[in-house]
T-cell receptor
Framework: DVKVTQSSRYLVKRTGEKVFLECVQD?????MFWYRQDPGLGLRLIYF???????EKGDIPEGYSVSREKKERFSLILESASTNQTSMYLC????????????FGPGTRLLVL | KQEVTQIPAALSVPEGENLVLNCSFTDSAIYNLQWFRQDPGKGLTSLLLIQSSQREQTSGRLNASLDKSSGRSTLYIAASQPGDSATYLCAALAGSARQLTFGSGTQLTVLP
């Protein structure tokens, strides 16, 4: 079975802090994704990566950056956390083509005070 | 830009009922349509994926259909059980960026 793990289930950070969210997949998937999920807004794509060191902006990249130094690991970085970045963050991965299903991690619930 | 809508937002049924969840999308040039399940506070679990060339997919008590021309997909759940209670999301893969666009979900409660 595909396993996607996220470094933390819950995080509490202060405004202005730099925040790192880590995601690791164990199935040699090419593609990895970061979403945020908010009530009433659904899931929105922040960034995705189709290869090591490659990244593409999603629908809401402002205030975020990403890093993919190794194939199995995709990090989401909040350069200076703000209260409007309080959300549930979900990581996903998929095999070679984008037509494959995406496998999701358990999510990280981030609270920025 | 692709928009995906799910109606109703919430549904409550007694155990044993057959039910249908609806999903509509605005851009019919999709690559595939996916259905996911999400339990409270958890990530998403893939249920069914229908490629654009297919009309339906089945897995156990679940059957998903796709009508690209009308921009609609349905998820049929047979003989519902309390363990089916969750939020069900559909997502359409379309566009040059090959991004999934998600609906807001239908929160299903199956009453024992």
């Amino acid at each position: 079975d595909v396993k996607v793990t996220q470094s933390s289930r819950y995080l509490v950070k202060r405004t202005g802090e730099k925040v790192f969210l880590e995601c690791v997949q164990d199935m040699d998937h090419e593609n990895m994704f970061w979403y945020r999920q908010d009530p009433g807004l659904g899931l929105r794509l922040i960034y995705f990566s189709y290869d090591v060191k490659m990244k593409e902006k999603g629908d809401i990249p402002e205030g975020y950056s990403v890093s993919r130094e190794k194939k199995e690991r995709f990090s989401l970085i909040l350069e200076s956390a703000s209260t409007n970045q309080t959300s549930m963050y979900l990581c996903a991965s998929s095999l070679g083509t984008f037509q494959e299903t995406q496998y999701f991690g358990p999510g990280t619930r981030l609270l920025v005070l | 830009k692709q928009e995906v809508t799910q109606i109703p937002a919430a549904l409550s049924v007694p155990e044993g009922e057959n039910l249908v969840l609806n999903c509509s999308f605005t851009d019919s040039a999709i690559y595939n349509l996916q259905w996911f399940r999400q339990d409270p506070g958890k990530g998403l679990t893939s249920l069914l994926l229908i490629q654009s060339s297919q009309r339906e997919q089945t897995s156990g008590r679940l059957n998903a259909s796709l009508d690209k021309s009308s921009g609609r997909s349905t998820l049929y759940i047979a003989a519902s059980q309390p363990g089916d209670s969750a939020t069900y999301l559909c997502a359409a893969l379309a566009g040059s960026a090959r991004q999934l666009t998600f609906g807001s979900g239908t929160q299903l409660t199956v009453l024992p």
